[in-house]
């Protein structure tokens, strides 16, 4: 992989002062088009130490106008970030559409470091890569660029580099004992970026391998990739709209809501025992779970009026008030809206040990942004594989995920906006907006049909619940939690 | 101060019941208005433990519309959040303009935590009070509602409370051992509760102290206050607009930059040297740093083409790519702007040890948004206050705070303009703009005058820099960092 990166390759200095203005215009001018069109680009460096990653982070600097792009260099993670799944802080850092983001070394350097020094083995290797490809093509498929350098040096460079840089008083201090230590290991570390580059390089985000020995060499080649993948995506961009994609239909009559027995129902007595009973567990159990650091979300869905904010307040007085929070989903600011549509809900996973309630979720995506039209059909049929891949990012870190679906009939919808009318306090709730929406009942029950068929998976299951009875899908759903947390705590 | 607070007060479950439905609405009412109003609204409860805060909280979520309101108990700091001022985390709290936040117990909790356990002295108690009434003050000048509930008991109401409490299997949970500790500290709590409420309660945001020991009485009296908190809020929004104030105007014609001597030259020999010398000056100094984990911040103001850009090029390749940002000032996104003016530069203080170069700052508040119009006389004028407190908030953190002017005459810039033109790569940083801006150089002028009288302080002074000549600036600032650097070491 690295043979031709060997080889010594030298640009001399009269060669690099004359090709660099017109290099930088260029870069100047793509970089005001792919603010122009929205693009976000992911520029990404690693290599072997002292291969010159500082000295490209320095130039691209330089040539580039700050004012658009960021460069995030990542150290030992912080409390809040070990809290949160390990891709979280990579989430974070991501550009804006239409800016540059310059990120070093980034998600590859935990999993390989933890091979090098075989705190893993090959196989836990390739599940963190298969994660990081899943994370770039969620990138890219949602039109971020994806450009990743690897610089290369040969071992009697980089030992000839090290050296160099400790000769010099001035830039000794750069030479860091890890610097020496991966000398040692630079075979080793051949290995693990052999097979690292191997399974990350996509289509999409493809590898450059380049020698890194030569400054103006190295320069060069960076920038003339960097061109070339700014003007191939921005023709791209101009070049192909989105294309229609098929959508395909349930074949069957029956669907999965219908299927539901809406007749159950609860008397008050027993609801109130119940309630009292459940909501005392509740509150045993999330002391406990915090005790131990264990998060959990509960996510809710349903019709309008099928009660999630009357269940969620009959969950909320059994938790302690510094350790949830309930997160209603509105409409996503302007900061939220230039990024990746999951990245508003990265952004606010919780801390270790705590309860975060979701009212509408990251669902809306296949919910209403498909019935709509807000989605297209490309991005929301996307939407069921990068929702798995989040959830089981989720659940990997151990947090507890619960997802329901309060499902009412349209008569039962019906009644209850008319009751809504007669309390005063109530009647906020009720828009035009509530109305017009039932006239697509039937496609919404479609998109939850497959909604529910695509992503109810072993670690973060659908649970659907019958809720015509208030009483009866509000202690369902204390029941489902209990249970749930107990499991967890086994 | 408890006097009255010490008094039964009781209200019956019937009258209780028959109020509540009046309230609920009026209260609903108000908050659409003060969305739409555009008004931040503060509610902040503290009070003894066991006095209600949990079911005020609860309550108040459930009349409320929770779209538009979020709770926020605060934790343990995470490390995160100690490597930064201990405001930091109240900054991030904040609602946004038209939001309702809830706030239990906040910036009030550690000082009076360390007070009661006796890890401070009244002194130090009252300049933590000092600084909370600075920040308040900040929050209503900019249009924020802050109502404050202060919910007593007396000695025995809260042995009552704590041993019935403790009586029921289900609510047992909720007593804490420092529940039962602060039941010990009754008298010492109240003593130090005194002097915070005494010290806390300004025109602005005054206390409302209430007794919390029966249920109803407690949330309906939360409920009136509120009320006529937001109502009068709101009529004061709707009758006052902002009066123009008479901008102080300096009496004699000689200015701050026309003192300065910009004829000052450095041969590009001499500069090469001295540079290489004070970056690998820089480059120790802040490895010392943050090794010690002291952060700094240094701050570029100065006239287009003053050489800002120039300068911070020269300081960055002495820095570790992992240990610093540079942070251009662009236009603030909608979330910045829904928040007091100063809330993107809280956002993104540095972890401790990192260096933060800020390419113009907090500084755009009394230059070009004063000259330019886009701040009124009284917001403007009351930022010099503000920006001392903030930045005495960051020096008192032991941060290391540079600040400086790059100061060049009108003809240099005219040539620099002109000589960007000649080169493509620079040619993007000319604009209209930049030209229709000479037009206001005395405006400008004025306003760094007055900028430098008001904000140079003994913990963060400005420096301007005579920067017609570019190696002379660039060393000068390099010089300056370093000193300030040494000394901070010392």
Known sequence: ??????????????????????????????????????????????GVDAAGKGDLVHVLNEWLDPRYMRTTAYGEPSDEERERPAHWRYWLALPERGRIGLHIVAWYGPPMADRLYERIGNAALDAELTRINRFEKALTEDGALVVKFWLHLSKKQQRRRIDKLEENPETRWRVTDVDRKHLKLYDRFIAVAERTLRETSTPDAPWLILNGYDAQYRRLTVAHHLIDRLASRLSAHAAAPALPTAVPRSATETSLLGSLDLSQRLERETYQKEKARLQGLISQLTRRLRAEKRSSILLFEGWDAAGKGGVIRRITPALDARNYRVIPIAAPTDEEKSHHYLWRFWRHLPRAGKVTIYDRSWYGRVLVERVEGFATAQEWMRAYTEINDFEEDLTDRGIVLLKFWLHISKEEQHRRFEERKLTAYKRFKITEEDYRNREKWGEYEAAVDEMVTRTSTEFAPWYLIPANDKYHARIEVLRLICAAYEKALK
């Open 1 to 46: 992989m690295f043979e031709l990166a060997e080889l010594k390759n030298r640009v001399s200095k009269a060669a690099y002062v004359d090709a660099l203005p017109d290099l930088r215009s260029r870069l100047l001018e793509l970089q005001l088009q792919v603010e122009a069109a929205g693009i976000p680009v992911i520029v990404l460096l690693a």
